[in-house]
């Protein structure tokens, strides 16, 4: 048997439903004092932070924005990935056998959860039960596709698989969904419903008050490293507005995150005399479009003439301030395959797009400004859920670019419920947007796992012109070990998605953190960028 760390892993993509809990207190203390004639310090270290949802659905249930700020504190995982390789954490070690089906792990030893249950391989067993059957995970081989797993002794497990895979262990890096919690909390079968809060992390879900803030207090029982600050305060703050008032004001100290931070906020935030900013080093994920092969997108030169014609710098520069850099690929920086870019370049070209829509057939109506073909307007629908003010900005972009070569873009949009959907159904729609894929571990296998299950692009892959071709190389990579063979299949698969337009990768979407100099000096962004690590955080001196 050896060990076996590999870079990549798995997404999922699913719908959620929303829980809910309740509680009282009073007002937390807002920050550390000290007593002025003897110079020791006489309070508790307190950081206080932004959320835009309140935590009631801070549970593995529930994989949405909102929780990223505040995940890390409660939950923790078996693995986790940092700078380019997975590393242990509630698991001390891991093997892969030799044929690829079988996955063990050393648990961590003396480590219990908040509510005083015993971490050991029974409470493992019944955590990665209760992922195995639950829908969302559909994407996650590691996790749906063993057919046994055992307790070989106290604290260690083992998983075994009928065909071997390159990314078991990935799909257990997770920081939000494929982490540990309390089996006092599981109920198997019940997917909505949250029953607490307890994981093994170094804060303990304390004082919740609806509409103002959450409490978590230091875990004096952390089998880790103690952390630096006693308390965290998360405000829940959801106006974009109210959020960086509340930084000028000292009423918090940090916001994070692209989910709560937009590039106007954080050009805002950091012209404030006192408020620094920082970048992660690059995008974990990808804005995307989507097109469908079904309607007036159904000829290849028309999808062709669409990619020429958006100027993706204007993008960038425009809604981004240039902070989101241009992307070619559905596949984000540093991931190994990120050097496939498909075999045709889109760079922007209103000169190609015209000349392809001619070529096409496709004439334009001078009195309309809009290209038409037997007497048909060239006219496409682009959905958009409401939720994402950026994904509405670019939409109402792209549809001034495309009206320059005589595309019509009537913008949809939709709540996310209505959104999901719509996109899959063959159609009343031509182009959506999604994020390509969430995390650079995660990439580009959990984009092209999930196709043909949930995904826009699955109503148009039976008309790719090697559609049965790129099927297969969907079947097999999931039951792949072979590094040549994997390089070969995710070519023809990334090459097919970019050539033949089914995918259209805009920017590189960036994570960033705002904070007060007062109390903070710097912050060291982890691997998996999206989620707000206080272990991170240089406090002021």
């Given at each position: 048997?050896?060990?076996?760390?590999?870079?990549?892993?798995?997404?999922?993509?699913?719908?959620?439903?929303?829980?809910?809990?309740?509680?009282?207190?009073?007002?937390?203390?807002?920050?550390?004092?000290?007593?002025?004639?003897?110079?020791?310090?006489?309070?508790?270290?307190?950081?206080?932070?932004?959320?835009?949802?309140?935590?009631?659905?801070?549970?593995?249930?529930?994989?949405?924005?909102?929780?990223?700020?505040?995940?890390?504190?409660?939950?923790?995982?078996?693995?986790?990935?940092?700078?380019?390789?997975?590393?242990?954490?509630?698991?001390?070690?891991?093997?892969?056998?030799?044929?690829?089906?079988?996955?063990?792990?050393?648990?961590?030893?003396?480590?219990?959860?908040?509510?005083?249950?015993?971490?050991?391989?029974?409470?493992?067993?019944?955590?990665?039960?209760?992922?195995?059957?639950?829908?969302?995970?559909?994407?996650?081989?590691?996790?749906?596709?063993?057919?046994?797993?055992?307790?070989?002794?106290?604290?260690?497990?083992?998983?075994?698989?009928?065909?071997?895979?390159?990314?078991?262990?990935?799909?257990?890096?997770?920081?939000?969904?494929?982490?540990?919690?309390?089996?006092?909390?599981?109920?198997?079968?019940?997917?909505?419903?949250?029953?607490?809060?307890?994981?093994?992390?170094?804060?303990?879900?304390?004082?919740?008050?609806?509409?103002?803030?959450?409490?978590?207090?230091?875990?004096?029982?952390?089998?880790?490293?103690?952390?630096?600050?006693?308390?965290?305060?998360?405000?829940?703050?959801?106006?974009?507005?109210?959020?960086?008032?509340?930084?000028?004001?000292?009423?918090?100290?940090?916001?994070?995150?692209?989910?709560?931070?937009?590039?106007?906020?954080?050009?805002?935030?950091?012209?404030?005399?006192?408020?620094?900013?920082?970048?992660?080093?690059?995008?974990?994920?990808?804005?995307?479009?989507?097109?469908?092969?079904?309607?007036?997108?159904?000829?290849?030169?028309?999808?062709?003439?669409?990619?020429?014609?958006?100027?993706?710098?204007?993008?960038?520069?425009?809604?981004?301030?240039?902070?989101?850099?241009?992307?070619?690929?559905?596949?984000?920086?540093?991931?190994?395959y990120s050097d496939i870019c498909g075999t045709i370049d889109y760079t922007y070209n209103v000169d190609r797009a015209n000349q392809l829509l001619d070529e096409a057939g496709w004439a334009m109506n001078e009195s309309t400004g809009i290209r038409e073909k037997d007497g048909t307007p060239l006219h496409i629908v682009f959905t958009c859920p409401t939720d994402d003010s950026t994904i509405g900005s670019i939409a109402t972009l792209i549809q001034s670019q495309l009206a320059e070569v005589g595309i019509e873009v009537e913008i949809k949009s939709m709540e996310k419920m209505e959104w999901y959907a719509s996109y899959m159904e063959p159609?009343?729609?031509?182009?959506?947007?999604?994020?390509?894929?969430?995390?650079?571990?995660?990439?580009?296998?959990?984009?092209?796992?999930?196709?043909?299950?949930?995904?826009?692009?699955?109503?148009?892959?039976?008309?790719?012109?090697?559609?049965?071709?790129?099927?297969?190389?969907?079947?097999?990579?999931?039951?792949?070990?072979?590094?040549?063979?994997?390089?070969?299949?995710?070519?023809?698969?990334?090459?097919?998605?970019?050539?033949?337009?089914?995918?259209?990768?805009?920017?590189?979407?960036?994570?960033?953190?705002?904070?007060?100099?007062?109390?903070?000096?710097?912050?060291?962004?982890?691997?998996?960028?999206?989620?707000?690590?206080?272990?991170?955080?240089?406090?002021?001196?």
């Amino acid at each position: 048997m050896k060990r076996t760390k590999r870079v990549l892993g798995l997404a999922l993509a699913a719908v959620m439903c929303m829980g809910l809990l309740a509680g009282c207190g009073g007002t937390p203390s807002n920050s550390d004092t000290a007593d002025e004639t003897s110079g020791t310090e006489t309070s508790e270290k307190v950081l206080n932070i932004a959320t835009i949802g309140e935590t009631t659905t801070l549970s593995p249930l529930y994989m949405i924005a909102d929780n990223r700020p505040t995940q890390k504190l409660l939950y923790e995982g078996l693995v986790k990935y940092v700078d380019g390789e997975i590393q242990p954490v509630l698991a001390e070690d891991w093997e892969l056998s030799e044929d690829g089906t079988q996955l063990t792990f050393y648990l961590r030893q003396g480590v219990t959860f908040h509510d005083g249950e015993p971490f050991n391989a029974e409470a493992a067993i019944a955590n990665i039960e209760s992922w195995h059957i639950n829908p969302s995970f559909a994407s996650l081989p590691g996790v749906v596709n063993y057919t046994n797993i055992e307790a070989v002794d106290e604290y260690t497990i083992r998983l075994t698989y009928d065909t071997p895979y390159f990314a078991y262990i990935n799909d257990f890096c997770w920081p939000d969904v494929c982490t540990m919690i309390s089996p006092k909390l599981i109920t198997q079968g019940d997917f909505q419903t949250v029953n607490g809060y307890a994981g093994t992390g170094p804060y303990v879900y304390d004082e919740y008050v609806a509409g103002q803030y959450t409490t978590f207090v230091r875990n004096e029982n952390y089998w880790g490293e103690q952390p630096y600050y006693d308390k965290i305060v998360a405000k829940y703050i959801p106006d974009n507005a109210s959020r960086v008032q509340a930084l000028q004001t000292g009423e918090i100290d940090l916001i994070y995150g692209s989910a709560e931070l937009s590039y106007e906020d954080y050009n805002q935030a950091t012209a404030i005399e006192g408020i620094e900013g920082k970048f992660a080093p690059s995008g974990s994920t990808i804005r995307n479009i989507i097109l469908n092969f079904n309607g007036n997108l159904a000829d290849l030169s028309v999808r062709q003439a669409l990619a020429y014609a958006i100027d993706k710098g204007a993008i960038s520069e425009g809604l981004t301030y240039g902070y989101e850099p241009v992307a070619d690929t559905i596949v984000p920086d540093g991931t190994p395959y990120s050097d496939i870019c498909g075999t045709i370049d889109y760079t922007y070209n209103v000169d190609r797009a015209n000349q392809l829509l001619d070529e096409a057939g496709w004439a334009m109506n001078e009195s309309t400004g809009i290209r038409e073909k037997d007497g048909t307007p060239l006219h496409i629908v682009f959905t958009c859920p409401t939720d994402d003010s950026t994904i509405g900005s670019i939409a109402t972009l792209i549809q001034s670019q495309l009206a320059e070569v005589g595309i019509e873009v009537e913008i949809k949009s939709m709540e996310k419920m209505e959104w999901y959907a719509s996109y899959m159904e063959p159609t009343g729609w031509d182009i959506t947007a999604m994020t390509a894929g969430f995390f650079n571990y995660a990439m580009p296998q959990c984009w092209f796992s999930a196709m043909m299950a949930q995904m826009p692009e699955d109503v148009s892959i039976p008309l790719l012109d090697n559609s049965d071709e790129f099927i297969s190389a969907l079947s097999e990579f999931k039951t792949c070990n072979d590094d040549t063979r994997l390089r070969e299949l995710f070519e023809l698969l990334i090459n097919t998605d970019l050539d033949q337009v089914l995918d259209v990768p805009l920017t590189h979407q960036m994570d960033m953190i705002v904070y007060n100099t007062d109390k903070i000096a710097d912050y060291n962004f982890a691997s998996d960028y999206a989620f707000l690590d206080v272990t991170q955080i240089t406090p002021a001196e």
